[in-house]
C-alpha cells in the first residue's frame, strides 16, 4: 500500500538512465522529516519506487550503490540478510520476516523523463519543515 500523492510531480532521471532490469537510479527524500534514501528501478518494461529500507531492519539494501536485484534479477534482494522482494508490488516472498512490504513511491513515466510524486508521508528534501509538521 503507498499513499495517495498530495504534490506535484517531481523530476527524478531521464528514462534512459534506467535500463530493463539494471542499476537503480538513487534519491532522496524525507519519509516523516528523516532524510531517507530511495531508488526507482525498471522491470519488465515499467518504473518502480521504493524506499531504500528493508522490511527486516530498517537499513539499506543495496549492494552496491544503485544494486538491488539478485543475481536471477528477478527479485529485489537485501544485503544484509537475503530478503527477496517482488519487484512489481515490494512484497516479500522470503527471507528472515515472512510478512510485508517496502513502501512504495508513485512514480510515472512520460516523454522521456521519470517524475515522483509526494505523498502525506513521503516529501521531497527541500520540503520546509512547517510543510511536514503540517501535515504528519
Ligand atoms: S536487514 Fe534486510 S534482510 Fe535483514
Redesign the pocket.
Known amino acids: 500500500m503507498h499513499e495517495a500523492p498530495t504534490g506535484e510531480p517531481l523530476l527524478l532521471c531521464r528514462s534512459d538512465e534506467l535500463a530493463e532490469r539494471g542499476t537503480a537510479v538513487v534519491f532522496d527524500v524525507l519519509q516523516w522529516g528523516e532524510a531517507v534514501r530511495a531508488f526507482v528501478l525498471r522491470f519488465d518494461g515499467e518504473v518502480f519506487a521504493y524506499l531504500n529500507r528493508?522490511?527486516?531492519?530498517p537499513?539499506e539494501?543495496d549492494w552496491q550503490p544503485g544494486e538491488f536485484l539478485d543475481s536471477s534479477k528477478e527479485y529485489i534482494m537485501?544485503?544484509?540478510?537475503?530478503?527477496a522482494y517482488e519487484p512489481r508490488t515490494g512484497q516479500i516472498v522470503s527471507?528472515?520476516?515472512s510478512r510485508g512490504r517496502l513502501t512504495r513511491i508513485q512514480v510515472q513515466e512520460r516523454e522521456g523523463q521519470v517524475y515522483w510524486f509526494p505523498n502525506r508521508d513521503t516529501k521531497p528534501v527541500q520540503a520546509l519543515p512547517s510543510d511536514i509538521e503540517g501535515k504528519a
Not at 54 to 57: D, Q, R, Y
Open positions: 528493508c522490511v527486516h531492519v537499513t539494501m537485501c544485503s544484509i540478510h537475503g530478503a527471507g528472515p520476516c
